[in-house]
């Protein structure tokens, strides 16, 4: 059952994965564009390459002949992925999730035109002026964003016509990879949004975890808490999307599935094929798998029975103010003295502002309000600062 894992992208995500199949015996390789990231601290072994270099990418799967390729970012030459699986690796969750996924456009025209889900208005654009027509179609407002890009990187919203040159400005410096185009999409009017975390199995039947709330600024998540709160006719609606689009999608694996709740019903919003950020609030002990060894033991075709709820819980993410070669940390000790409380400092070896270097945790029974726990969250968060 030992697995060799190459881990494609090294970011705090990618080491609680490794540390959750450390954890069962497994080996894993961490790549990255940089030395030292976080997921290479904790790995058997680590290359530097840019992944979106194809022959960098050939080179180091020759090299390691690995059993298993797990993506964790976007920025991947993902087309080389179906002749890896050709050679009997197997991608996780699949060649053709990774390259759909990792490519918005390919996404959304799964999702809207092939399945038929309900998602905002949208269009596609590859210069400003072809976005000033998209907006045109769409309307104002509407949200710009790469169709390569992550953490919210180059996502706007256009609130009038004077933003659109700036928009597209910034989504092209946001993108990752060399796809320069972004996606237009109407706003939505809605009162939540949720990440739905999907475990496909390879035997077994489709599992879902309790939906996970989340607040984003500059497109990136700050909180999310575990259980939010979801009718149960917008939680059927939407794990029925999240299987139709897992299933066609194919492999095993768990899946961010993200949804706009309005008044109207459940709207598809994105897709992440492994491990969610917003989901880092199952480290709280809200399941009774968290979502990095959900994610490694659908991957390893191990069996899972089921997914249960064991607590309610929040997390807030700490966030870097000042650029620094060597950042250090004040208030831990504050945070460790307090109850039912925890953190994860991600050991990123540089910052930046609003880069996100460590995560706080907060759970209690379930009955607890989670607007308590999100706020103790919140503040626990404040408590620790990035020194440069």
Same mark, same amino acid.
């Given at each position: =059952?030992?697995?060799?894992?190459?881990?494609?992208?090294?970011?705090?995500?990618?080491?609680?994965?490794?540390?959750?199949?450390?954890?069962?015996?497994?080996?894993?390789?961490?790549?990255?564009?940089?030395?030292?990231?976080?997921?290479?601290?904790?790995?058997?072994?680590?290359?530097?390459?840019? =992944?979106?270099?194809?022959?960098?990418?050939?080179?180091?799967?020759?090299?390691?002949?690995?059993?298993?390729?797990?993506?964790?970012?976007?920025?991947?030459?993902?087309?080389?992925?179906?002749?890896?699986?050709?050679?009997?690796?197997?991608?996780?969750?699949?060649?053709?999730?990774?390259?759909?996924? =990792?490519?918005?456009?390919?996404?959304?025209?799964?999702?809207?035109?092939?399945?038929?889900?309900?998602?905002?208005?949208?269009?596609?654009?590859?210069?400003?002026?072809?976005?000033?027509?998209?907006?045109?179609?769409?309307?104002?407002?509407?949200?710009?964003?790469?169709? =390569?890009?992550?953490?919210?990187?180059?996502?706007?919203?256009?609130?009038?016509?004077?933003?659109?040159?700036?928009?597209?400005?910034?989504?092209?410096?946001?993108?990752?990879?060399?796809?320069?185009?972004?996606?237009?999409?109407?706003?939505?009017?809605?009162?939540?949004?949720?990440?739905?975390?999907?475990?496909?199995?390879?035997?077994?039947?489709?599992?879902?975890?309790?939906?996970?709330?989340?607040?984003?600024?500059?497109?990136?998540?700050?909180?999310?808490?575990?259980?939010?709160?979801?009718?149960?006719?917008?939680?059927?609606?939407?794990?029925?999307?999240?299987?139709?689009?897992?299933?066609?999608?194919?492999?095993?694996?768990?899946?961010?599935?993200?949804?706009?709740?309005?008044?109207?019903?459940?709207?598809?919003?994105?897709?992440?094929?492994?491990?969610?950020?917003?989901?880092?609030?199952?480290?709280?002990?809200?399941?009774?798998?968290?979502?990095?060894?959900?994610?490694?033991?659908?991957?390893?075709?191990?069996?899972?029975?089921?997914?249960?709820?064991?607590?309610?819980?929040?997390?807030?993410?700490?966030?870097?103010?000042?650029?620094?070669?060597?950042?250090?940390?004040?208030?831990?000790?504050?945070?460790?003295?307090?109850?039912?409380?925890?953190?994860?400092?991600?050991?990123?070896?540089?910052?930046?502002?609003?880069?996100?270097?460590?995560?706080?945790?907060?759970?209690?029974?379930?009955?607890?309000?989670?607007?308590?726990?999100?706020?103790?969250?919140?503040?626990?968060?404040?408590?620790?600062?990035?020194?440069?």
């Amino acid at each position: =059952m030992k697995k060799k894992i190459l881990l494609l992208g090294s970011g705090e995500l990618g080491k609680e994965f490794v540390i959750a199949a450390q954890r069962i015996g497994q080996t894993v390789i961490a790549v990255d564009s940089y030395e030292n990231a976080p997921a290479m601290q904790v790995a058997h072994g680590f290359e530097v390459i840019n =992944m979106l270099d194809g022959a960098a990418l050939d080179a180091i799967v020759a090299k390691h002949q690995p059993d298993l390729i797990v993506p964790e970012i976007e920025a991947i030459r993902t087309e080389r992925f179906y002749d890896y699986e050709a050679q009997g690796i197997t991608v996780v969750p699949s060649a053709k999730a990774a390259n759909f996924t =990792m490519n918005r456009k390919a996404i959304r025209d799964l999702a809207a035109k092939d399945l038929g889900l309900r998602t905002a208005h949208y269009r596609y654009a590859t210069s400003a002026a072809e976005l000033e027509q998209a907006v045109a179609e769409v309307g104002i407002p509407s949200v710009v964003k790469p169709l =390569m890009s992550s953490s919210g990187k180059g996502q706007s919203t256009i609130k009038s016509s004077e933003d659109i040159t700036k928009a597209w400005a910034y989504a092209v410096e946001g993108s990752r990879g060399d796809v320069v185009e972004v996606i237009v999409e109407a706003f939505v009017n809605f009162h939540s949004e949720i990440t739905l975390l999907t475990v496909t199995q390879h035997n077994n039947p489709t599992l879902f975890c309790a939906p996970i709330g989340h607040r984003q600024e500059r497109g990136d998540y700050q909180e999310s808490w575990q259980p939010a709160r979801v009718s149960d006719r917008d939680l059927a609606e939407a794990q029925d999307m999240a299987r139709k689009v897992t299933e066609a999608l194919g492999g095993a694996g768990l899946f961010g599935v993200e949804f706009f709740l309005t008044d109207e019903g459940v709207y598809f919003s994105e897709l992440s094929p492994r491990p969610h950020d917003t989901g880092m609030v199952t480290l709280a002990g809200t399941q009774n798998f968290n979502e990095f060894e959900l994610h490694l033991r659908a991957v390893l075709g191990l069996p899972i029975f089921e997914i249960t709820q064991e607590r309610a819980g929040a997390s807030a993410v700490v966030l870097a103010t000042a650029n620094s070669e060597n950042p250090t940390y004040s208030g831990i000790a504050t945070v460790a003295g307090l109850p039912k409380t925890d953190f994860r400092i991600f050991g990123k070896p540089t910052s930046r502002p609003y880069r996100r270097m460590g995560v706080v945790l907060t759970h209690d029974v379930l009955a607890t309000p989670i607007e308590q726990l999100v706020e103790r969250a919140q503040e626990t968060a404040q408590m620790i600062t990035v020194n440069p």
